[in-house]
């Protein structure tokens, strides 16, 4: 239904084409061979599209540019790597992404002449160079710092870990996703979630170190 659908909007040539979340009562597997349809008809057809999603994989795939919304307000306007490396506020942050980015609630202080992120408990990892001269101004202050599950590593597959960057943490639950496996984690204090590979899976309720 969804094909023959579009098939009747495409031959009337419209100048824009407006999709109502139309992927949304289709399984899993026939949403995949639909966004790469829709994708394929779009990039032919060379016509405006306004797709309506809640699903953020449809917007990071179909989107040249991609408006986040929240209660009718437009947060971020921009296109998909963007929003992604670069999200507007903790709202856009958390809304694209699998899982969902981590949270840490701390401090910016400074030893040594070196600027570290504290949570105050066992958090204390060292602010990169390349980012030390944003973070200088907020030296004392409480901040919240977001961190990509994919940008946590196991140390033991890291071969040049940096001490000042390293955070132990107690592996409480372990998702095997096929080509790759979520570890949700725990400080005490703080907790977050790790995408690593496959062949990472640590035993439930083990102390790691992680980068």
């Known amino acids: 239904r969804q094909r023959v659908a579009l098939g009747r909007a495409i031959v009337r040539k419209p100048d824009v084409f ?11 597997k026939m949403r995949v061979q639909m966004r790469a349809e ?22 990071m795939t179909l989107g040249d540019r991609i408006a986040v919304m929240r209660d ?13 490396d670069k999200p507007a ?12 980015i981590n949270f840490l609630e701390g401090r910016i202080i400074k030893k040594d002449r070196k600027y570290y992120f504290d949570d105050g408990a066992k958090v204390c990892v060292k602010i990169v160079d390349e980012m030390v001269k944003k973070m200088a101004p907020y030296e004392g202050r409480e901040i919240t710092c977001g961190i990509r599950a994919e940008d946590i590593y196991d140390k033991l597959f890291v071969s040049e ?20 496996v979520y570890l949700y984690l725990s400080t005490g204090k703080s ?4 995408r690593v590979g496959a ?8 102390d790691m170190n992680f980068v």
């Open 72 to 84: 009718g307000k437009i947060q971020q306007f921009a296109g998909p790597i963007e929003i992604y």
């Open 199 to 206: 062949h990472d899976r640590p035993e439930i309720n083990r």
């Open 89 to 100: 506020n903790k709202f856009v942050a958390s809304f694209i992404g699998t899982p969902p």
């Open 191 to 194: 907790s977050f979630v790790a």
């Open 38 to 59: 829709i994708h394929k008809i779009r990039t032919r057809l060379q016509t405006t599209f306004v797709y309506v999603t809640h699903d953020q994989a449809e917007a």
């Open 161 to 180: 870990a940096n001490p000042e960057n390293t955070v132990r943490a107690t592996c409480d639950v372990v998702e095997p996703m096929g080509a790759e």
């Open 18 to 28: 407006l999709f109502d979340e139309p992927l949304s009562n289709l399984d899993a």
